[in-house]
């Protein structure tokens, strides 16, 4: 089961001139439509995700326009998708996560710019950049520039989003080249509205098909010797077919401001920021009515070096904002002004962080830098005081706490199934030792975290067991990995389980079999449960009973494997001690199996809804610890780690430490239950059944309950 998104569905449906309304990446969905896309897919991954999730649960709406939605098993599935439009007129879109859905897609990439397109690609990519990323630190500028694909980078507003969108088509094509649209977390979620348009359903669609196949081309092929050309065609035809479009279609915006002396260059994304930061300087009002001019890059590649030459010219100097680093686009800027012999100042990196996100506070910062050497007659004190405030904020936050202000790392769902798995990998610690373990991405990356803190590397989606290959010969202990179930499909399959097996690696592999790609957003898997109506319907069975991890294990020749219940801590430390500790040769993996909390909770809450309604009985689990037992050591803490498990007060005056406490969030997954036993800790936990519309019978026990208790328990 997943999210249900059926007013967002509905809103696809908009036509002419109504109003939509919502969030960013669900506009680049609609967008797509009027585009009159004909295929669309992609690889979930935040902040782009609801835009596959949104078009996969519009399937029937698709089927009716004609459009294809595919869900891929990774980028480079995606990106090789794309290659429908290298023979075929058709537009095509995909979508992930950046900047590694893009370092997966590099290939067909690479492959795809070279051959070029005929029909307009665009591909969609989530720009996690920032303070909350989740991934390294890259930008997708570099990959941008390597394969000449051009690079949107909208001002974050619906209209400007949507435009970009439908232009983005029309300059891939106009160039043969794909366009990438980086959207940050903030596009994407940021909420506003536009004026529709009809959706085009596509000329070649799946209820209107090709004539035939396409002739064959050579020169439609990314091989040598078609590839010498293709280089040339990029250089010679295609750069400028694509500076002359963004020109033409005023894809670049200025905004004129009072201050004729200096001005401001800005990816488009990053312009929401600079107004928050002109705002407290007082340059700005409450409108986006700025007092300096802003050359707004909605296309940050390739740059049109007239446009550039045309801003700067006459002012004394500029100031570019561009996070990260290297800083492509001021040495692209810098070039453009010294071949147009253009002696405005340029200002960039030597004001701004080379690293980290530009918030509106490090804009300001940099902005009083320059206006103080370049518009000292502007009054900044606005911003100054603004600045001195966070900062006597900062240091009161600091004097109170007696520290800096700690990290809050994210950590796993409250009852999540992969909690008890590194609970019992402590425990087993104490018999195997302390093992080389490589992480991977997904939810078990929490296992990082206090009071884990299990992991050595990570190397990527799917990675770990590739990346624990060198170490497991230099080491007496076998290396462990740990995946998702998402990423063994995504890429520990191969580049995992079969190098492992090609090599006769000896290694143990945990593979977190939760159902889903949790940390995306529960998207289905290979492997997923089928219960959705619509899987029904097509005649797939409720549960799959061969497209199995295990069965895929068997099959590549794993003799090793082992499926335990996460939540059954003794069971699985016992597994894991027997996996370290055998003397069968080969990979030995362990499937941990229990369905995502997420999930889970998704599912059944509104079953227990309509249950209670219907005035129908409804038992619910809880844990509680009995603070008179408790001896407010927190070791059950410690092996836990759920949010639910907290600390408070004791009530009895003699108790000077403070005792475990399971608060109301607790979902009785039984973790708590399972650690004080596999652990032999203190007696203090106890298991609850709440019980809702109580039969007759409940009633009775309870009055029993309560006499027998009370005859124990004089006044
Ligand atoms: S989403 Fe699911 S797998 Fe991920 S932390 Fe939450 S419960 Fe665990
Ligand atoms: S039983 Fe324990 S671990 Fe499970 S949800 Fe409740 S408090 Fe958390």
């Given at each position: ?414 009852g999540c199934p992969e909690r008890p798995v590194f609970a019992a990998m402590k425990l087993a610690r104490r018999d195997i030792g302390e093992p080389h373990v490589s992480a991977d991405i997904g939810c078990h990356a929490f296992g990082t975290f206090e009071p884990f803190s299990q992991g050595n590397t990570i190397l990527g989606y799917g990675m770990s067991l590739a990346s624990a290959a060198g170490v497991a010969p230099m080491m ?240």
């Open positions: 089961m997943e999210v249900s998104f059926h007013e967002e569905i509905e809103s696809l449906k908009l036509g002419e001139g109504q109003v939509f309304r919502g969030e960013g990446i669900l506009a680049v969905t609609k967008a797509l439509l009027q585009s009159g896309v004909s295929y669309v897919g992609g690889y979930q991954g935040a902040p782009v995700s609801h835009l596959l999730d949104v078009m996969v649960q519009a399937r029937d709406y698709l089927d009716e326009l004609g459009v294809h939605v595919e869900a891929c098993t990774n980028e480079a599935a995606a990106a090789a998708m794309l290659g429908a439009s290298i023979s075929y007129p058709m537009r095509g879109a995909v979508t992930w996560k950046s900047i590694v859905g893009t370092n997966v897609a590099s290939d067909a990439l690479s492959y795809l710019s070279t051959a070029g397109v005929l029909g307009g690609t665009l591909i969609v990519a989530g720009e996690d950049y920032g303070e909350g990323a989740s991934v390294a630190l890259e930008r997708t500028h570099a990959m941008a520039m390597k394969s000449s694909m051009w690079l949107l980078d909208p001002r974050p507003n619906l209209p400007t989003i949507v435009k970009m969108v439908e232009k983005g088509f029309e300059l891939s094509e106009a160039s043969n080249s794909p366009v990438i649209m980086e959207l940050r977390i903030r596009a994407c979620h940021l909420q506003g509205s536009f004026v529709a348009r009809d959706n085009r359903a596509p000329a070649i669609s799946t209820r209107r098909f090709l004539a035939g196949a396409a002739e064959f081309n050579y020169e439609r092929l990314s091989h040598p010797p078609a590839t010498f050309r293709q280089e040339k065609l990029k250089a010679d035809v295609r750069m400028p077919a694509a500076r002359k479009f963004v020109r033409d279609n005023r894809l670049n915006e200025v905004f004129e401001g009072s201050e004729p002396g200096v001005g401001i260059v800005c990816p488009g994304g990053l312009y929401n920021n600079l107004l928050r930061a002109l705002q407290m300087l007082g340059l700005a009002d409450n409108f986006g009515h700025a007092r300096l001019s802003i050359l707004v890059l909605n296309a940050v590649y390739p740059l049109v070096p007239e446009e550039i030459t045309a801003f700067c010219a006459g002012r004394r100097a500029v100031l570019l904002l561009e996070e990260g680093m290297p800083e492509f686009i001021e040495q692209d800027i810098a070039t453009i002004l010294r071949r147009g012999d253009v002696q405005t100042r340029l200002h960039g990196k030597d004001l701004l962080p080379m690293s980290g996100e530009y918030t509106a506070e490090v804009i300001v910062r940099a902005l009083a830098r320059f206006l103080g050497e370049h518009a000292a007659h502007l009054d900044t004190s606005a911003g100054m005081r603004w600045l001195e405030a966070l900062d006597a904020a900062r240091t009161r936050a600091g004097e109170l706490l007696g520290a800096p202000l700690p990290p809050r790392p994210p950590t796993f769902c409250v007496a202990t076998r290396p462990m990995a740990i995946m998702g179930d998402g990423g063994f499909w995504h890429n520990g399959l191969l580049s995992g389980v079969a190098a492992n097996v090609l090599n006769n690696g000896d290694a143990v592999l945990v593979i977190m079999k939760n159902g889903y790609a949790s940390a995306t957003g529960t998207q289905n898997v290979v492997s997923s449960p089928l219960e959705s109506a619509k899987d029904l319907a097509r005649g797939q069975s409720s549960v799959h009973t061969d497209r199995t991890i295990e069965n895929a294990l068997r099959g590549l020749g794993v003799k090793w494997l082992r499926n335990v219940y996460t939540y059954r801590v003794g069971e699985m430390a016992r597994t894991l001690r027997e996996a370290f500790a055998t003397p069968e040769p080969g990979l030995k993996v362990i499937v941990a199996e229990a369905e995502c909390q997420l999930e889970r909770q998704r599912r059944i809450r509104p079953i227990l809804a309509r249950l209670l309604g219907s005035g129908q009985r409804v038992v619910r689990t809880r844990f509680g610890v009995d603070e008179d037992t408790c001896s407010g050591d927190h070791s059950c803490v410690r092996l836990s780690g759920c949010p639910s498990l907290t600390v408070k007060a004791a009530s009895d005056p003699l108790k000077v430490d403070p005792v475990a406490h399971v608060n109301n969030d607790c979902v009785g997954c039984g973790l708590c239950g399972e650690v004080a036993h596999a652990a032999i800790l203190c007696p203090s936990f106890f298991r609850a059944e709440i019980v809702q519309n109580p039969g007759a019978w409940d009633r009775l026990l309870n009055g029993l309950r309560k006499t027998v208790i009370g005859w124990l328990q004089p006044a």
